[in-house]
């Protein structure tokens, strides 16, 4: 009896280990932040027209080109130099917050590193053999990264698939889910565009195991 009880737990535990070993932590993009960062935001304290005025400067200031690139470009400068005091006068400083917004965009979760884990996102193709995918960019949201400014540094996830397993992706922007091994480590990729290259800030890295069509 003893001797079949032993074989019984030398099965339970061979089908158990298997189990443990794919366990896969399921992340949305909200977990790439960390959690002290995102609850507690430096926005909090400002009013709905206040938190709307100070992301448009915010916006115009990360895509606006330099001074005396046309007629526009120093209307829109004359627009946010009359606008930034105003807030100031509302005990609003833009640089500073604009400092703490740098902070919570290119913070990582260290915790993070060498985890398995599962994320939905779009995919931007990097590297392309033939129709098949070997390397590409995982972002949040159709067009980020073409349109400017792109996402925050840890909303970006650089993706490398082994050659055996590279991914036959249908269309640019292609919602996929992505399994592997995720790595908290901060890196600048180059993406080629139509009229250039552009160097991305990147916070986090996956070695992909497995990809997929998204679906809910």
């Known amino acids: 009896m003893k001797k079949y009880s032993k074989i019984l737990i030398i099965i339970c535990t061979l089908l158990y280990l298997p189990a443990v070993a794919e366990q896969v932590r399921k992340l949305a993009w909200q977990d790439l932040v960390p959690a002290h960062l995102s609850t507690d935001g430096p926005f909090a304290d400002l009013t709905q027209e206040q938190l709307e005025l100070v992301v448009w400067v915010f916006n115009f200031i990360d895509s606006l080109p330099p001074h005396g690139k046309g ?47 599962r994320i939905p996102g779009y995919l931007l193709p990097l590297e392309v053999s033939a129709t098949k ?28 698939i082994g050659q055996s397993k590279s991914y036959k992706s249908k269309n640019l922007y292609e919602p996929v889910w992505v399994t592997g091994i995720i790595a ?30 998204y679906k809910k």
């Not at 290259?197 to 990809?211: E, K, L, N, P, R």
């Open 71 to 117: 007629k526009d470009t120093e209307e829109f400068y004359r627009e946010i130099g009359e606008t930034i005091p105003q807030l100031k006068e509302a005990g609003i400083d833009i640089n500073e917050l604009m400092a703490k917004r740098k902070i919570i965009q290119t913070s990582i979760v260290e915790e993070l590193n060498g985890q398995r884990v």
């Open 133 to 160: 995918v070997t390397e590409f960019l995982l972002v949040p949201y159709v067009g980020a990264c073409i349109h400017v400014p792109p996402p925050p540094p840890n909303q970006i996830i650089y993706v490398k």
């Open 184 to 213: 908290a480590k901060s890196m600048v990729k180059d993406l080629y565009l139509v009229d250039g290259s552009a160097g991305v800030d990147i916070g986090y890295s996956m070695q992909a195991t497995h990809i997929e069509p």
